[in-house]
């Protein structure tokens, strides 16, 4: 895994000596993506420079150093990732004529697109970004992998040059970078807890999508998109047995597992003891040629620590089982470095316990599986059976609605009560009641109009074919899966050098789980049966088999703790107001929660987060057009 960077100077820099020197700082900024190495190249003529930071995990001589030339230099490329079949792509290649000087992936990508153009990526089977610049065609060539694992951000310029990199920091880190706030990014985040692809918070940079590709020639930019799970969706389903396809899928998640364990150094893995993480580590302890090594993180607070379930999955499939023990003081201090993690405002609190594993893990390996991709894809989420069985609810008339909320505002259940905003919200879409944070009128008046949620909204415009009950996953692989989950495992575990892989998230299985009919994946009370029955051919049920956790953190327990002074500060300051919004509506909430009217400790965290990155990051705030 590593860092990459670009600069394209318009037509007036061009050949100007500080564009190295500038090079340099974006992949400064992005050292911690990869501290083995940094190296940087400029045509001739400066009108192409790439940087590159390197986490040496495949081939590490200096014959895998970045930016890599092909060919005395005719292709030179930038890339951050890993192509898992790049083997087979060689053996290929070479029996096309082609000849190699390393034993990495990138000199294979530079290979495929110089024999398969653009395409090449259609071949690939990994997690990956990349800029690959094409000397003859003068062109530039920028993609990213199918599910969004890695990300890549790009700024055109206002002379018609432009600037990619992996992270926002990097291109921040030119000096000429406008730092106004995106007004449709700021409501995007408001309303989800990220800011969704193609917006990033600043109104001049955009996020690449994932499966999408972009050529840059003659200045202009072209996108296009490779790959599409949605059509994958609504594509006739498979007609398999539920044994053939436990079957089917077990082939194709060994082949995966495998896979992702080829490193030139140590590898492991994360082990929170629930059912994705457990089959991916059985599935290493039955491919590998070692025990595995497993890495959790214990909390002193039993409501959010799950050490004791991992180390009996760990006992009972022999591991090599390394546990870390976090406090309150090591949480807060990740607390303090989210904003300069993440670059934009980012609300998912679970970052948090997902920096902390990547830390503890870091000490012991270069590189470590996940199980991320098993809830989306196999009907993992509470969300997707309260959503299909409240339907009836969620599209009654708007006074029961608000009846049946007052009722479930009143339980004493966490889960019972969130639903009493779900049953406020108008939103006639029901599914994105459930992923919505702040909604319907507080939304209205802190910000204004939200814009729909780019992906969201051209999946659900083209989902109507599959049953209702099935759109969900399938919506949250467009848009939560990449913007949020995959977001903060990247960043997390990048702040810390190591480098992340999801078996569960092959396009292989992707494809193989989007084609599965509805009753393959869940009986309507359970979901991921196919996961399941892998898992307890592996590890016995009493292990695994328990109400779903997650990775949370005592949010209530801060606001109302070592977080109150700052929290105050940020709602009833300018900050809001400065930032273009309306505040009432986030004192309202804040004063309900001391009071104890209100459990909506999400609404809170994301204007906390987003305090913080303001104070960071110093923003230049945009006009918003609010409702009073």
Same mark, same amino acid.
């Given at each position: 895994?590593?860092?990459?960077?670009?600069?394209?100077?318009?037509?007036?820099?061009?050949?100007?000596?500080?564009?190295?020197?500038?090079?340099?700082?974006?992949?400064?900024?992005?050292?911690?993506?990869?501290?083995?190495?940094?190296?940087?190249?400029?045509?001739?003529?400066?009108?192409?420079?790439?940087?590159?930071?390197?986490?040496?995990?495949?081939?590490?001589?200096?014959?895998?150093?970045?930016?890599?030339?092909?060919?005395?230099?005719?292709?030179?490329?930038?890339?951050?990732?890993?192509?898992?079949?790049?083997?087979?792509?060689?053996?290929?290649?070479?029996?096309?004529?082609?000849?190699?000087?390393?034993?990495?992936?990138?000199?294979?990508?530079?290979?495929?697109?110089?024999?398969?153009?653009?395409?090449?990526?259609?071949?690939?089977?990994?997690?990956?970004?990349?800029?690959?610049?094409?000397?003859?065609?003068?062109?530039?060539?920028?993609?990213?992998?199918?599910?969004?694992?890695?990300?890549?951000?790009?700024?055109?310029?206002?002379?018609?040059?432009?600037?990619?990199?992996?992270?926002?920091?990097?291109?921040?880190?030119?000096?000429?970078?406008?730092?106004?706030?995106?007004?449709?990014?700021?409501?995007?985040?408001?309303?989800?807890?990220?800011?969704?692809?193609?917006?990033?918070?600043?109104?001049?940079?955009?996020?690449?999508?994932?499966?999408?590709?972009?050529?840059?020639?003659?200045?202009?930019?072209?996108?296009?998109?490779?790959?599409?799970?949605?059509?994958?969706?609504?594509?006739?389903?498979?007609?398999?047995?539920?044994?053939?396809?436990?079957?089917?899928?077990?082939?194709?998640?060994?082949?995966?597992?495998?896979?992702?364990?080829?490193?030139?150094?140590?590898?492991?893995?994360?082990?929170?003891?629930?059912?994705?993480?457990?089959?991916?580590?059985?599935?290493?302890?039955?491919?590998?040629?070692?025990?595995?090594?497993?890495?959790?993180?214990?909390?002193?607070?039993?409501?959010?620590?799950?050490?004791?379930?991992?180390?009996?999955?760990?006992?009972?499939?022999?591991?090599?089982?390394?546990?870390?023990?976090?406090?309150?003081?090591?949480?807060?201090?990740?607390?303090?470095?989210?904003?300069?993690?993440?670059?934009?405002?980012?609300?998912?609190?679970?970052?948090?316990?997902?920096?902390?594993?990547?830390?503890?893990?870091?000490?012991?390996?270069?590189?470590?599986?996940?199980?991320?991709?098993?809830?989306?894809?196999?009907?993992?989420?509470?969300?997707?059976?309260?959503?299909? @069985? &409240?339907?009836?609810?969620? #599209?009654?008339?708007?006074?029961?609605?608000?009846?049946?909320? %007052? =009722? +479930?505002?009143? $339980?004493?259940?966490?889960?019972?009560?969130?639903?009493?905003?779900?049953?406020?919200?108008?939103?006639?879409?029901?599914?994105?009641?459930?992923?919505?944070?702040?909604?319907?009128?507080?939304?209205?008046?802190?910000?204004?109009?939200?814009?729909?949620?780019?992906?969201?909204?051209?999946?659900?415009?083209?989902?109507?074919?599959?049953?209702?009950?099935?759109?969900?996953?399938?919506?949250?692989?467009?848009?939560?899966?990449?913007?949020?989950?995959?977001?903060?495992?990247? @960043? &997390?575990?990048?702040?810390? #050098?190591?480098?992340?892989?999801?078996?569960?998230?092959?396009? %292989? =299985? +992707?494809?193989? $789980?989007?084609?599965?009919?509805?009753?393959?994946?869940?009986?309507?009370?359970?979901?991921?049966?196919?996961?399941?029955?892998?898992?307890?051919?592996?590890?016995?049920?009493?292990?695994?088999?328990?109400?779903?956790?997650?990775?949370?953190?005592?949010?209530?327990?801060?606001?109302?703790?070592?977080?109150?002074?700052?929290?105050?500060?940020?709602?009833?300051?300018?900050?809001?107001?400065?930032?273009?919004?309306?505040?009432?509506?986030?004192?309202?909430?804040?004063?309900?929660?001391?009071?104890?009217?209100?459990?909506?400790?999400?609404?809170?965290?994301?204007?906390?987060?987003?305090? +913080?990155?303001?104070?960071?990051?110093?923003?230049?705030?945009?006009?918003?057009?609010?409702?009073?």
């Amino acid at each position: 895994m590593c860092g990459i960077v670009g600069y394209l100077p318009g037509a007036r820099l061009q050949g100007d000596p500080g564009g190295r020197g500038l090079v340099s700082r974006m992949c400064g900024a992005l050292a911690h993506r990869g501290p083995d190495d940094a190296d940087l190249w400029t045509n001739e003529g400066g009108t192409t420079m790439l940087g590159h930071r390197r986490l040496s995990v495949l081939d590490l001589s200096p014959l895998g150093r970045n930016p890599m030339p092909w060919d005395g230099g005719r292709l030179r490329i930038t890339y951050n990732g890993e192509v898992y079949n790049y083997r087979e792509l060689r053996k290929e290649l070479e029996e096309d004529g082609c000849r190699f000087r390393s034993e990495t992936d990138t000199e294979v990508i530079l290979a495929a697109y110089d024999r398969w153009g653009p395409a090449c990526v259609e071949r690939f089977v990994g997690m990956f970004a990349f800029g690959l610049w094409d000397e003859p065609r003068k062109r530039l060539f920028l993609s990213r992998d199918r599910l969004g694992k890695k990300p890549l951000y790009y700024w055109r310029h206002p002379d018609g040059g432009l600037s990619f990199a992996s992270e926002l920091k990097a291109l921040v880190a030119d000096p000429t970078f406008p730092r106004t706030v995106d007004g449709d990014a700021l409501r995007l985040y408001l309303r989800y807890g990220y800011v969704p692809a193609p917006h990033s918070i600043y109104l001049a940079a955009r996020k690449l999508p994932p499966a999408h590709s972009a050529i840059y020639e003659a200045g202009r930019l072209t996108i296009s998109q490779y790959w599409d799970p949605v059509a994958i969706a609504l594509a006739n389903p498979s007609d398999m047995t539920g044994e053939e396809a436990d079957a089917q899928l077990e082939i194709l998640l060994k082949d995966a597992v495998e896979r992702r364990m080829i490193a030139d150094v140590p590898v492991g893995a994360f082990l929170s003891g629930g059912i994705d993480s457990s089959l991916v580590v059985a599935l290493m302890q039955e491919v590998g040629s070692r025990a595995a090594r497993t890495f959790t993180i214990r909390f002193d607070n039993p409501q959010f620590d799950e050490s004791k379930h991992a180390a009996a999955v760990a006992r009972h499939l022999g591991t090599e089982h390394h546990e870390e023990t976090c406090g309150v003081p090591e949480m807060l201090g990740v607390v303090e470095q989210l904003p300069g993690i993440f670059d934009e405002p980012f609300a998912d609190s679970s970052a948090v316990p997902t920096y902390l594993v990547s830390r503890a893990t870091r000490r012991h390996v270069t590189v470590a599986l996940s199980g991320d991709g098993g809830d989306e894809l196999f009907f993992g989420y509470p969300r997707y059976f309260f959503s299909s @069985r &409240a339907a009836w609810l969620l #599209s009654a008339p708007r006074p029961l609605r608000r009846v049946a909320a %007052r =009722v +479930a505002g009143a $339980a004493p259940w966490r889960r019972v009560r969130r639903a009493a905003d779900v049953l406020r919200d108008d939103e006639p879409d029901h599914y994105a009641r459930f992923v919505a944070w702040w909604g319907g009128d507080d939304l209205a008046r802190m910000a204004g109009a939200t814009p729909d949620h780019p992906a969201y909204a051209s999946a659900l415009g083209r989902l109507g074919g599959l049953p209702s009950a099935g759109r969900p996953p399938v919506l949250d692989v467009v848009s939560y899966l990449p913007d949020d989950i995959l977001t903060k495992v990247d @960043r &997390a575990s990048m702040a810390v #050098s190591l480098e992340t892989r999801s078996p569960l998230l092959d396009h %292989r =299985v +992707a494809e193989f $789980a989007l084609g599965l009919p509805l009753p393959l994946r869940t009986d309507g009370r359970t979901g991921k049966l196919p996961l399941r029955r892998l898992l307890e051919k592996r590890v016995p049920r009493h292990l695994i088999d328990r109400p779903k956790m997650g990775f949370g953190v005592p949010l209530a327990d801060w606001l109302r703790g070592p977080l109150r002074t700052r929290m105050a500060h940020y709602v009833d300051g300018p900050f809001l107001s400065e930032l273009g919004l309306e505040p009432a509506p986030a004192r309202a909430r804040w004063r309900e929660f001391l009071t104890g009217r209100s459990h909506r400790t999400d609404l809170l965290w994301s204007v906390f987060t987003l305090g +913080a990155w303001v104070e960071h990051w110093k923003p230049e705030p945009v006009t918003m057009e609010v409702h009073a």
